[in-house]
């Protein structure tokens, strides 16, 4: 039995701060009254039941799968290929994509959506295209170390070279031997982009405001006017965050696996 | 060679989204804040700094991140020294679950802390049932309720960028200090501590720079009342009373240029630090 001192009783403590939250949000959900006693009078499924029914939450949530959603896209359909070449073929060019992360990382949302506004809103171009392209630049860091890692992990360049030796095309090099192997690490980076733009709220309220209501926004109203809708949504979003993370973990797990094999 | 020539042609697409949402965005707001509807003008950052209340927003600022992200890095410091005990499967899960509370910030933190801690939360009302008037004073719409807000997105963060540098820290280090008479105080005062430092220092700046950027729980918690540089720019460009995106601009470059002094400041005592181990 080892000595348990300082540092275990300062790790149950952060452990304990950050489940307390999630705990008491998930609790408030699910009970009926909670106004005057320490535990809630009862336990009702009325908020939840509330939430699915209620056709502006279920817009809300359609509207942040498809921004976010969107987002991702395009950064698969642009930014991945462009990763791509640079990586394979222009090495030498990697370091001004790394400036570039770190700029992107660096910046806070507040800070560019005074740019955005400025640059675009008296062009009379919907904001809600503007806030996309933020987004898609906005989870760079995620998409280029995501796609970086996975081509390393796979020689991509040693890959594409004996694919050609046994004469497969470029194309086919391409598509039917480095896509697959690098696929997972891909499709882990979309999913903590997805996540991450899922949780944005900084832009969508400065620029677009309630003209594009998204979850975060929708909670946002709520939080004035119904604290059980509210925490109702908070929960929704976490099993969301909680699938997604389970997913990345045990894609994460088994390309380790096929790795060390 | 041609095919090589040709996926360059890849890159325009991405160079295209860098230009229109990043730097052309970042430029116009450098523009506008040195404008107003006379032309060139130096005005927008003198009224921001002649401005009391907007100085102390920035003073607000710079307190709250710099003491949220010292506090998460000294009890993560203690947390991740505790984590290395654990065997590896736990060390993943646990980073996992580190990784997912690291996405509950924002609006929703926001939303949790105020069940816990807002005027009728779960605390307030326990601790008055129990006759303990501790919490009494306390309100989680002033700078010490938004300290512990910040705190907690820290946490998972300072965590998850601390890990790595321990690990870092060898176990054959340890024997070797040990088999030559150190006692682990020692070993971590002496050695392993300094060769962490560099880390600890990036870390901090990380964390600092987070927190300055955020925005999002303190307009859930507050709207725009508490006065933080970040407030204050959404505040001016939405127009509570007027909008005024010049002034907003000034501001956010001026805390663009904190963010880059911190960093740099970072850099700087990194590279010395470094410096003194050899």
């Known amino acids: 039995m080892k000595k348990r001192g300082l540092p275990e009783l300062f790790f149950l403590i952060l452990v304990i701060y950050l489940i307390l939250p999630v705990l008491g949000t998930a609790l408030y959900a699910f009970s009926t009254k909670w106004n005057n006693t320490i535990l809630p009078e009862g336990i009702t499924l009325e908020w939840m039941a509330f939430l699915f029914q209620d056709m502006k939450f279920l817009e809300a949530f359609g509207r942040s799968v498809l921004l976010s959603g969107g987002a991702v896209a395009l950064a698969f359909l642009f930014i991945v290929p462009a990763i791509f070449v640079i990586v394979l073929y222009f090495p030498k060019y990697e370091k001004w994509v790394q400036a570039a992360v770190v700029l992107v990382y660096a910046f806070p949302g507040v800070i560019l959506a005074v740019g955005l506004i400025r640059a675009y809103a008296h062009l009379g171009v919907p904001m809600i295209f503007t806030i996309l392209g933020a987004y898609v630049i906005g989870i760079l860091p995620y998409i280029y170390q995501g796609t970086r890692n996975s081509l390393r992990n796979v020689n991509a360049r040693q890959l594409l070279d004996a694919a050609e030796l046994l004469g497969a095309s470029k194309t086919q090099a391409l598509l039917k031997v480095l896509l697959p192997a690098v696929y997972p690490g891909l499709f882990v980076a979309a999913l903590l982009s997805f996540s991450i733009l899922f949780g944005e ?35 929704v979003y976490l099993v969301l965050m909680s699938l997604l993370t389970a997913v990345i973990y045990g894609l994460t797990k088994r390309m380790k696996g096929v790795a060390h094999t | 060679m041609s095919t090589k020539k040709q996926s360059l042609f890849l890159l325009l697409p991405f160079l295209l989204f860098i230009l229109l949402f990043f730097i052309v965005p970042l430029v116009y707001m450098l523009l506008s804040s040195f404008s107003n509807s006379d032309g060139f003008t130096l005005m927008q950052y003198k009224a921001a700094l002649d401005n009391v209340f907007i100085l102390q927003g920035f003073k607000n600022s710079i307190t709250l991140s710099a003491i949220s992200a010292l506090i998460a890095l000294v009890v993560s410091l203690f947390a991740v020294y505790a984590m290395m005990r654990f065997s590896e499967p736990i060390r993943e899960k646990i980073l996992v679950f580190m990784n997912l509370t690291s996405n509950f910030s924002g609006v929703p933190l926001a939303f949790a802390f105020i069940i816990l801690l807002g005027n009728s939360g779960l605390f307030i009302l326990m601790f008055e049932k129990m006759g303990i008037d501790a919490l009494s004073s306390f309100s989680l ?77 303190a307009y859930a918690l507050t709207s725009s009342n508490y006065n933080l540089a970040a407030i204050r720019i959404g505040a001016l460009l939405t127009g509570d009373i007027f909008a005024q995106p010049e002034l907003a601009s000034a501001i956010a470059v001026l805390l663009g240029v904190t963010m880059i002094t911190a960093m740099l400041l970072s850099e700087w005592s990194i590279k010395r630090t470094r410096r003194n181990l050899q």
């Open chain 2, 141 to 217: 719409y002033s700078w010490s309720g938004l300290l512990l807000v910040y705190i907690y997105f820290q946490l998972p963060l300072s965590l998850m960028l601390l890990y790595p540098i321990y690990y870092g820290i060898q176990q054959q280090w340890k024997d070797a200090a040990a088999l030559l008479g150190a006692s682990p105080f020692h070993f971590w005062t002496k050695i392993g501590v300094p060769i962490m430092l560099p880390g600890i220092i990036g870390t901090f700046s990380i964390l600092f720079a987070n927190a300055l950027g955020a925005y999002a729980s």
């Open chain 1, 201 to 235: 709220f900084v832009l969508i309220n400065l620029v677009v405001g309630s003209r594009f209501e998204t979850v975060q926004i929708y909670l946002m109203k709520k939080l004035n006017s119904s604290g059980h809708i509210a925490s109702a949504v908070v929960v």
